[in-house]
């Protein structure tokens, strides 16, 4: 079993639609929850950070995190052309200054005008 | 320069050839980091310097030398690669620090093609 499992996609929806992208994972001791942004030829960048339990809202998005189903999401209201990306969730259990990312394999997304 | 920059941002080279990969980080940050991103699978951890130190070698084959010659530098050395190494590798610093995670700020990649 992976530790990390996100589905691939590709993912399409009509511009203006809530989108909702998920991960789930194994490792009880991750405690740290991010979501990255990827665009075409370009590195990954943070979107969202959350720590536990609970939701986060930056705008348009919303993180969720379900540590009891082992469940986190990443809600983008308001979908523009420009989400168009991969979006990668990425988790991380408490370490001491050795800082480990286990990421999903992420899921394309296109937004249609 | 801000963030992190990568040069090349595209290299091919053949199996015999001997060529290094560049990553800066203007950041301040303590800790670089090596990955590398293959179609369809998640992103793989390869190294970790943490104050100039390699604290992880996640199991690379040794054609892949790393070196971090100050906090602000990390290079990838290659040579003799195989065609399954093909693949973009990105690199990444954060500020490292005790009982936590900080955010890991990412460069554009090279893609590397060997052929």
């Known amino acids: 079993q992976k530790e990390v499992e996100q589905d691939p996609g590709p993912l399409s929806v009509p511009e203006g639609a809530i989108v909702s992208l998920n991960c789930t994972y194994s490792n009880s001791a991750f405690q740290y929850f991010m979501w990255y942004r990827q665009y075409s030829r370009k590195g990954p960048e943070l979107l969202m950070y959350t720590y536990s339990s609970g939701n986060k809202e930056d705008g348009r998005f919303t993180a969720q995190v379900d540590k009891s189903s082992k469940y986190i999401s990443l809600f983008i209201r308001d979908s523009q052309p420009s989400d168009s990306a991969t979006y990668l969730c990425?988790?991380?259990?408490?370490?001491?200054?050795?800082?480990?990312?286990?990421f999903g394999t992420g899921t394309r997304l296109t937004i249609i005008p | 320069e801000t963030g992190v920059t990568q040069t090349p941002r595209h290299l091919v080279m053949g199996m015999t050839n001997k060529k290094s990969l560049k990553c800066e980080q203007h950041l301040g940050h303590n800790a670089m980091y090596w990955y590398k991103q293959s179609a369809k699978k998640p992103l793989e951890l390869m190294f970790v310097?943490?104050?100039?130190?390699?604290?992880e070698n996640n199991s690379v084959p040794s054609r892949f030398s790393p070196e971090c010659p100050n906090s602000s530098h990390l290079f990838l050395h290659l040579h003799t690669l195989q065609p399954e190494d093909s693949a973009l590798y990105l690199c990444?610093?954060?500020?490292?620090?005790?009982?936590?995670?900080?955010?890991?700020?990412f460069g554009p990649g090279t893609r590397l093609t060997v052929l």
């Open positions: 990444a610093s954060s500020q490292a620090r005790v009982g936590g995670t900080d955010t890991q700020y």
């Open positions: 310097y943490n104050f100039k130190e390699q604290t």
């Open positions: 990425a988790m991380s259990a408490p370490d001491f200054g050795n800082e480990k990312l286990t």
